[in-house]
């Protein structure tokens, strides 16, 4: 099995030197060990951690990262650095441990997704790589859709987000397609993300 | 005049956006171009609110933070009832950067919406109507008249969906309508497609039969006056509305009133 790469992702609007490493694991066996040196505050594994499960689409994601490395640029992180703030954005609401819980990675996460924001000139690509191979006990897989699509927890986001009344993706409807509930769904997340702390 | 006119500064980060932003529109509260979104492939809106220098600085951001606030919460509501807006895709109430005063302006950047505004599609249609009328058999006027009855329908379900949804648009004319469609070049446009409401810079949550009427009555002064072959159809706008929203009655009711006294309240008694 081929392993998917560490991708970079360049955000339009941010500089250009200042692109994200982001990477998909499935199967990961090492989330209590990744999780406690998060804990420890080891600055090694100084990385965003989220629960992938509770990820909708690669749209979700970025505009999360997104708003993170805006209030990042604009020096007003409400937790301690861009990673946390990362996935802190998740969250509609403004409790940072809350996000944690929701998003953040626990000891049962199979499917995880990590974040790596340039903030200094030793961190590149090949450097966050070379540290998540030899860290990360899983299997990286395309960030992607698709992907993403077998892994989230359509329910649990939903919640999270306070959108019981949408229709679900993928279920039957009554008007529209499954397209449409879908893009509805990501949008109302996406709008709710820009919204937070409003 | 025109050609020297500089739009102000950029607020941060889109001064770092390549290719930069084209300026589309200015009004003289806000400022929108056309970007991208957080994906390169797919465009947006952005609308900025730049810092007024005539206002106290303090009182600038609190009004210009409130108003686009009120503005992203409105699209967002909207969007998760289902109404057909633009969806809020990223947003910065704080504006930093821009000028040397360190405040640029707020900023919301919004999906963007393909086709053209509705005042466009009517102004051509009743050029070519002017042109052609006298040329025309009956059947086929009333077939033209159709279409047109159509869309004004359409929009009259669309604006029953927002009220339904709970918001008021504030500033409703057929500039702030559009038609997402793949339209073809030409003189007439075609009237298919979906009514999606836009600017919703004066808009409120608001479920008051008033707020609703004036809303009828704003767009119908503004088809009255910006479109003289069309406003013989504004009824059409009325049964669209009525068949979007149950509670129509007692807003229509309402209408009534507004229209003898017009938009504002009497000041007196």
Redesign the interface.
Known sequence: MTMAPLETINLPHLPAELPVFVALYRNVENAEFLRQQLLAGNTEYEYALIDASMVLSRTHAITAIFRAVNDYLNNRLKSRNVHSEIVFSFLAANNIADSFRKFGIADTTKDLLVVKVPVSPEITHDSVATHLEASIKGTSVKFDDQILSEISDMAKIKKVYKLGALPTPGAKQASGTPDDANRRLELSVVGAIALRGS | MADDYQPPALP???T??KPAPILLAQGAEAHVYK??????SIPAALKIRPSKPYRHPILDRKLTRQRI?QE??C??KL??E?VKVP????????G??GDEAGWGGAWLMM?WIEGPVVRVVLEKWEAWMKVNRSSLDATRISQEEARVRGLIRRMGSAIAGLHKAGVVHGDLTTSNLMLRTEQVEGETLSMDGEVVLIDFGLASQSTQDEDRAVDLYVLERAIGSTHPLSEPFFEELLIGYKEGNKGATSTLRRLEDVRLRGRKRSMLG
Do not use: N
């Not at chain 2, 970007?35 to 390169?40: F, I």
């Not at chain 2, 969806?87 to 704080?94: C, I, K």
């Open positions: 941060s980060p889109f770092h956006t970007t991208v979104s957080l994906d390169p606030i992203a919460r699209l967002v969007v998760r289902g969806a809020v895709l990223a947003l910065d109430w704080e930093q950067g999906e």
